[in-house]
Nanobody, 115 residues
Framework: QVQLVESGGGLVQAGGSLRLSCAAS????????MAWYRQAPGKPRELVAT???????NYADSVKGRFTISRDNAKNTVFLQMNSLKPEDTAVYYC?????????WGQGTQVTVSS
């Protein structure tokens, strides 16, 4: 069973940057996809960015050009570099793993952007 641990959230002023990390343990399969989602208060969880084990990426329109997803396959870790943060980026950010053996969610990390 794959387990995910996220880190890197916090409080930042608008225009600032944060880098989130998500480490997978429990023998994840070598072929998988990892993603970042976020959920703001009172809103549904939304997809932010995805990356496959081959390195293909996809982004929500709201974060294109500001966020970058990357991964270190050797360390089973995925990152989300967030630049030019806006107050509307405030949310709990969740890591998601999808592999042949199933999926897993991280516990979430709070990102708060002040205006």
């Amino acid at each position: 069973q794959v387990q995910l641990v996220e880190s890197g959230g916090g409080l930042v002023q608008a225009g600032g940057s944060l880098r989130l990390s998500c480490a997978a343990s429990g023998s994840p399969s070598s072929i998988n996809a990892m993603a970042w989602y976020r959920q703001a208060p009172g809103k549904p969880r939304e997809l932010v960015a995805t990356i496959t084990s081959g390195g293909s990426t996809n982004y929500a329109d709201s974060v294109k050009g500001r966020f970058t997803i990357s991964r270190d396959n050797a360390k089973n870790t995925v990152f989300l570099q967030m630049n030019s943060l806006k107050p509307e980026d405030t949310a709990v950010y969740y890591c998601r793993y999808s592999g042949v053996e199933g999926g897993a969610w991280g516990q979430g990390t709070q990102v708060t952007v002040s205006s």
